[in-house]
Structure formats: structure tokens, C-alpha cells
């Protein structure tokens, strides 16, 4: 019976969304029930590619990359996969017609991720829409349970929020991602170099998708907004905080939001969702 099969396989991916993303994890919780799972099989489809480019430093990443790929199509034509991961997230590809080519643009990016160390501003872009806003458009669909038209109205959003949340990643793994893993993701930017000025430059992109992308928020569908504004509470929170410190720190430490922070934010972000704020 696939369907015990299918619910282990679910049991894998929740697991490891746990493990990897406690702030990932509470932006599901705050979903409609009824999509928890479909969300939960995107984000482990997407974490274990991740892994793949960023951990397995002992092994041939291109290899397990390229076979990765080649798995992915294979369990959504086939409709099943022994890789418990890709069960999981063939059944959201296939129930809710998800497109190849966010999948495939997604996959494109982690693949640059082993090949290119450096980006200038078209590679950047590309980049950005395979890590960050093809996810977004995957999970928009889960969303709006398939349906094209508010779907195709609420796209550029998601791309937007996506771009958001992905630019604040990068700076705040700035160093990190330069010291242990060589990449350096902002466009001709020399870290040595790295200021002020060139901070707020990027801040200020980041805050004008901010204001974008809460407009798309607030024309959700009732079954993601509160879950989806929990995660932009989260990062713009994590925002102001890169916001107060100098470039100087940014490359010394990284900056996270903590436990009891998050707790308040998810108080917060409930309150406006229920007195209709957002």
C-alpha cells in the first residue's frame, strides 16, 4: 500500500525541515493545517539540494547534484520514488501541476552555486530567481490550491518577497559563505573592501521589496497570509537588526534572532492577522 510508503516518506520530510529550519518550521505552523504537509515536502526537496551544494564537502557534489536532478524527474513521472524526500515532493508536483521550469530553475542555481564562486549583475539575478523566487512561486501554488488566476495575480509578490528574503540570507552569511565556502553572491563586490556604504546600498534594495511584498501579503488567500507574514515579520526583524551594525561586523559575526525574540514576533504577528491589520 503506497500510501503508508507516502506517509513515511512525509514523516522524512517534516523531519527534516525540523531539524534544519526552526524559523521555517514556525512560519508552517502558522499555515492552515490543511497545507502543512504540501509545504513541508517543497522545503525538503529544496534543503536537501541545498545540503548537497553546501555540506557534502567530502564527496562528489556534482555527481549527487546531477543524479539528484535526474531522480527528480524520474519520481515526478513516474509518480514515486525510493528517496523518501522526492516521494514527498512529487506528490505536491503532481497534485497541484507545480511547473517544471521553477523546479528546473531552482536545480540551475544550486548547480551554479558548484561552478561559479562569484556573480555580476545578471548572473545575480538569474541566481536569485532559481534559489528564492521559484521556491516562492511553489509554494504560491500550494496556496492557491492550484488555481491559475489568483495564482498569476499574486506571482510577481512571491517573487518579490522570495528576492527579499534570499538578499537578507546573503547578507548575513557574508562571511560565512566567503571564508568557508568561497562565494561571494553580490555582484562585483570585493569583500575586502567591504563598507557602509555598499551596506546600505543593498539594505535599500532590500527594503523597497520589503514594502512590495507586503501588499502581495495582505491579498493572500486566508489559509497562508498568517503563515507567510510570521516569515516576513521574522526577516524584517532580522533586517533592523543588520540594519543597526556596521559593515566591520557583518563580516565578524552573524546575526541571528533569538528564541524569545521569535516568540514575540509570533505573538505580534497573530494579533495583526486577527484584528485584520494586515
Request: hydrophobic share 40%; glycine share 2%.
Amino acid at each position: 500500500m503506497k500510501e503508508v510508503y507516502d506517509i513515511v516518506s512525509l514523516e522524512c520530510s517534516k523531519l527534516t525541515t525540523k531539524k534544519y529550519s526552526t524559523s521555517f518550521s514556525l512560519g508552517i505552523s502558522m499555515l492552515d493545517k490543511d497545507i502543512h504537509n504540501d509545504i513541508y515536502a517543497i522545503y525538503g526537496f529544496v534543503r536537501l539540494a541545498d545540503e548537497i551544494v553546501d555540506s557534502f564537502h567530502d564527496f562528489n557534489k556534482k555527481e549527487l547534484l546531477k543524479k539528484f536532478r535526474l531522480d527528480t524527474i524520474e519520481a515526478i513521472d513516474n509518480k514515486i520514488s525510493l528517496n523518501p524526500i522526492l516521494n514527498s515532493f512529487q506528490n505536491v508536483v503532481n497534485t497541484y501541476n507545480l511547473e517544471w521550469e521553477n523546479i528546473e530553475l531552482f536545480l540551475d542555481s544550486m548547480k551554479h552555486d558548484l561552478e561559479n564562486k562569484k556573480h555580476d549583475t545578471e548572473s545575480y539575478k538569474k541566481y536569485i530567481k532559481g534559489s528564492a523566487e521559484a521556491v516562492g512561486l511553489m509554494c504560491l501554488k500550494v496556496f492557491c490550491d492550484g488555481d491559475q488566476k489568483p495564482y498569476d495575480n499574486l506571482k510577481d509578490y512571491a517573487c518579490t518577497l522570495g528576492s527579499a528574503f534570499q538578499k537578507i540570507n546573503f547578507l548575513r552569511d557574508l562571511n560565512a559563505d566567503y571564508s568557508v565556502l568561497k562565494r561571494v553572491y553580490f555582484p562585483d563586490l570585493n569583500i575586502e573592501k567591504f563598507n557602509d556604504k555598499e551596506k546600505e546600498k543593498i539594505e535599500d534594495d532590500i527594503h523597497n521589496e520589503f514594502m512590495i511584498a507586503l501588499e502581495g501579503i495582505k491579498k493572500l488567500p486566508k489559509n497562508a497570509k498568517q503563515g507567510v507574514y510570521l516569515a516576513y515579520s521574522y526577516y524584517y526583524s532580522l533586517f533592523r537588526k543588520i540594519k543597526a551594525i556596521p559593515a566591520s561586523q557583518i563580516l565578524s559575526k552573524r546575526i541571528r534572532v533569538n528564541n524569545f525574540q521569535k516568540f514575540i514576533i509570533l505573538i505580534k504577528a497573530h494579533i495583526k492577522i486577527k484584528l485584520s491589520i494586515i
